[in-house]
């Protein structure tokens, strides 16, 4: 059996190396790296909710559902970038269009090394660099966001613009489900499949809920696969939870055949990790306090616990 | 080998003095890209013809227009966003607020049909709150040129720029009021000189101040015209120069009376404490449907040269304090 140190797993906070563990099994046939990959998510979870309850606001139940798509973005060796250098020009570029899950981002960041812990810290404070939506003075973001409907025509341009120049990185869009009522989304859907834009890579957080209903509840988008088929797009529906789902689902993003552009409509469940919040329409910006903030404390560090040592 | 283009003068439309500067700017900056709302006009097809990977019909989505474009600025293109003046400024300020604006990027938004350029349109196609709307986007610059060679320049003043600009181009052809080798620098142009009153105008209502003054000259009133080509960021010194000197000052902008030029003269005057009488022209704060010509509606509105003349001749005359 191999060993692993799981306490540096744990423990960590920046610059994580994304591929320590890829392609490391052990003789049980656990995929390691997967495994170093929930542990990486869990610590975000963690980040998430602490950051949430000390500045006593945030999104947390968006921020949950999409933890583990960003985990595998810049943990799960997809994304390219190179937080020494955050404008380096081979690097993928990467809009958060839900941007109000900015603490899942700012979590992420700080575990691939763009921002310190103290920075993180600082969330929620007078003065602090990171506020509630993301800007582009922030080592890791190109984009501003924070207004819903408009980071997947932000993206498509970046695409063009990528092409026109000739440059071979990607882009990165993730969405929220909720923000797809928004029509300027489907503006950009339809441009990006007209014109080909198969270096533009559109995520979907499918966490079925907006702050007051289900999806379905208030104007349903099912069949919505089928509504990103019609517009042209190449569709993979993957659990979002899942890191070997979605590192599969990733795994060609750069020699796609295919001239479409692609999107992952990764089905989450919003709250995440949280037994409470998974079960209830309510956790969109609400912040967990008392004995609610114990009980979610629990059952994140738990999983985290877990999943280290059930796995290893 | 394509045709020279010339030097814009009064028989060019003023759409094709900025497209042909547009295009040249193209040709030799590849990362110029234009991008229309399904516009045509004839030097904008000449780009489509000639350089056809700098130019895209996005469609009648001119939200995602102003998307695409931050996108392609923050990716390192200097796009030049075009379409009808109320679906770019009104429709998308939202778009231009946070994606071009608050990042500071550099695309043009190209707007046609400023004022009641589509007169018998409708309220719809009445651009007359745009003024008012891009002078709140920080960042922005914001040119509305009245004739064929300081539109041309306009193109160029964009192209430098590393924000966000607004352009409002006239269509048609327009009596020329420039040289080739004017300064745009400045933002604005003493046009007359006249000691009695000052007349500050914008865009289209700039040519009818000429004539308004050269009417006022018949009646031995002399007045003075001032061309405020660019709104925002506002030459403050050099049009408190102006102020200062004024007897008199009116105002002729074919917008409403909110927000726009006459809104921002009453506001320097006031912050600097020059009391000095002005009077306005303008359209009415109200949706207009009535039907007819653009200058039809001008007469209607009192903003045809006759009116505006007999309007200052009786305030200069009869020595009112109003």
Not at chain 1, 285 to 312: D, Y
Not at chain 2, 17 to 28: D, T
Not at chain 2, 197 to 207: D, E, K, N
Request: hydrophobic residues 40%; glycine residues 10%; aromatic residues 6%.
């Amino acid at each position: 059996m191999i060993k692993i140190d799981i306490k540096p797993l744990l423990e960590q906070v920046v610059n994580s190396k994304p591929t320590q563990l890829l392609g490391r099994v052990d003789n049980a046939g656990l995929d390691l790296f997967v495994v170093e990959l929930e542990c990486k998510a869990a610590w975000v979870r963690a980040q998430i909710l602490e950051m949430i309850a000390a500045a006593g606001k945030g999104h947390i139940g968006g921020s949950l559902s999409c933890t583990d798509i960003l985990v595998a973005l810049y943990q799960g060796g997809v994304m390219h970038y190179s937080p020494r250098n955050p404008h380096w020009a081979g690097r993928d570029r990467f809009i958060l269009s839900k941007g109000h899950a900015v603490e899942a981002l700012y979590a992420v960041l700080t575990q691939a090394g763009f921002l310190t812990a103290a920075t993180l810290k600082g969330y929620g404070t007078d003065g602090s660099q990171l506020g509630g939506h993301p800007d582009r003075s922030i080592p890791g973001v190109d984009v501003s966001t924070g207004s819903l409907g408009q980071g997947l025509g932000v993206g498509a341009g970046l695409a063009l613009a990528a092409g026109r120049l000739q440059q071979s990185h990607l882009t990165f869009v993730l969405l929220g489900d909720g923000e797809c009522y928004e029509g300027s989304v489907w503006e950009g859907a339809q441009f990006a499949a007209h014109h080909k834009l198969c270096n533009l890579v559109a995520i979907v957080d499918r966490n079925h809920q907006i702050t007051m209903d289900d999806t379905e509840d208030c104007n349903a988008f099912e069949p919505f696969a089928d509504k990103w088929r019609a517009f042209g797009w190449e569709v993979r529906e993957v659990d979002g939870h899942s890191f070997s789902a979605l590192l599969s689902a990733f795994k060609d993003v750069r020699k796609r055949t295919c001239n479409r552009p692609l999107v992952l409509i990764a089905r989450t469940r919003k709250g995440r990790g949280v037994s409470f919040m998974e079960k209830t329409v309510g956790w969109h910006h609400r912040v967990p306090k008392g004995v609610q903030l114990e009980q979610a404390r629990r059952e994140i560090s738990q999983t985290l616990t877990e999943t280290g040592q059930s796995n290893l | 080998m394509p045709p020279l283009i010339e030097q814009p003068n009064a028989a060019t439309d003023i759409r094709d003095a900025f497209f042909n500067e547009v295009y040249l700017l193209a040709q030799a900056d590849r990362r110029v890209m234009v991008l229309t709302d399904d516009q045509g006009a004839f030097a904008l097809d000449r780009i489509r013809a000639e350089l056809p990977s700098q130019y895209i019909n996005v469609g009648i989505a001119e939200q995602n227009l102003i998307n695409l474009a931050a996108g392609l600025a923050i990716g390192g293109m200097k796009p030049f966003a075009c379409g009808i003046s109320n679906f770019m400024s009104l429709r998308c300020s939202e778009q231009i607020s946070v994606n071009l604006c608050a990042m500071n990027l550099p695309v043009t938004i190209v707007a046609s049909g400023g004022g009641l350029t589509y007169a018998s349109d409708g309220p719809t196609h009445h651009s007359i709150q745009d003024a008012a709307v891009m002078r709140t986007m920080p960042n922005m610059k914001i040119f509305n040129p009245a004739d064929a060679m300081s539109t041309a320049a306009c193109a160029r003043l964009c192209h430098q720029s590393d924000g966000p600009s607004y352009v409002r181009i006239e269509k048609g052809q327009l009596p020329g009021l420039y040289a080739p080798d004017d300064n745009f620098s400045p933002g604005l142009s003493r046009l007359r000189e006249g000691v009695d009153a000052l007349i500050i105008s914008t865009g289209y209502l700039t040519q009818t101040a000429v004539k308004v003054a050269s009417e006022l000259q018949f009646l031995g009133i002399d007045c003075g015209v001032l061309d405020l080509y660019r709104l925002k960021p506002l030459n403050t010194g050099a049009l408190l120069t102006q102020l200062r000197q004024a007897q008199r000052i009116i105002i002729m902008e074919e917008q409403t009376p909110i927000g726009g030029i006459g809104s921002l003269v009453c506001e320097l005057l006031g912050e600097h404490g020059l009391a000095v009488r002005v009077r306005r022209y303008h359209l009415p704060d109200a949706p207009c449907y009535r039907y007819g010509s653009r200058e039809w509606l001008h007469q209607e509105f009192g903003l045809d040269f006759l009116s505006v003349a007999r309007g200052i001749a009786d305030w200069l005359l009869s020595n009112e304090t109003a």
